[in-house]
């Protein structure tokens, strides 16, 4: 019996296992820390505020998302607002005023042009048409390319597609990293935060962050094992 084995996966399973570890972490960092008060008793819209008011950005408004994903938190920079949910907005926990003082940072970058976040806002637009096609013309090309030119052609191109993926991946890296690091010293200039909320809010900042870099490393990775398919079918 013919046994076939794809040696190519060996590429991309560290990445998942990577991506799984990163998810469990920030799970667990912020499932900690949501349950301890931070010392000033204030909310996630409370700190947000007060950071915002601080820094030039008092007609900044403040939504309530629906979503029932207490990490899903954003900053919208075409309609300039900031976007919590439910249980950041309204939580005093250590967690929330952590996660929405990084939201704030995003809204500092965009009002200071922070370079890497205007360069990631400019490309969305495109990331978001090449990811869309990326992997069916990576797909086609492979299935093609042995019976066809344009088979390679249409895998070139797939391939540079998921590049502006990738690109795009790398350079949320220091956008995320820049807005904890601001978050953390905001806190501590505004007195929003003792020691152990310090403490607190950097581990679950840092969890956050891996997941940025794990989904890097995925988006490396699965095109790694792809480039290595095609090199062996030739």
């Not at 013919?2 to 990445?15: E, F, G, H, R, S």
């Not at 008060?37 to 820094?55: C, L």
């Not at 953390?184 to 310090?198: F, H, I, K, S």
Request: net charge positive; hydrophobic share 50%; aromatic share 10%.
């Amino acid at each position: 019996m013919y046994y076939y084995y794809d040696y190519t996966w060996i590429v991309l399973i560290p990445a998942i296992i990577f991506t799984m570890y990163a998810q469990g972490k920030i799970k667990k960092a912020y499932r900690v820390y949501s349950e301890i008060r931070n010392s000033t008793g204030i909310t996630g819209a409370e700190a947000a505020r007060r950071m915002m008011d601080a820094n030039g950005l008092s007609g900044l408004e403040i939504n309530i998302l629906d979503s029932g994903n207490s990490l899903m938190n954003y900053y919208d920079p075409r309609k300039k607002n900031l976007n919590l949910s439910q249980e950041v907005y309204a939580s005093n926990s250590i967690s929330s005023v952590a996660i929405a003082c990084h939201e704030v940072a995003h809204a500092i970058q965009d009002e200071r042009r922070y370079a890497p976040l205007i360069f990631r806002n400019a490309i969305v637009p495109v990331v978001n048409l090449t990811q869309m096609f990326s992997w069916p013309l990576i797909l086609i090309g492979l299935f093609l390319s042995s019976a066809s030119p344009y088979g390679s052609l249409l895998f070139l191109i797939g391939v540079a597609c998921f590049m502006f993926v990738i690109i795009f991946h790398l350079v949320t890296l220091p956008v995320e990293i820049n807005a904890s690091n601001m978050a953390l010293e905001q806190m501590r200039v505004l007195g929003m935060c003792n020691e152990e909320d310090y403490v607190g809010s950097r581990t679950v900042l840092k969890a956050a962050a891996m997941t940025y870099i794990a989904a890097l490393a995925t988006a490396v990775a699965s095109l790694l094992r792809v480039l290595l398919i095609a090199g062996r079918r030739r």
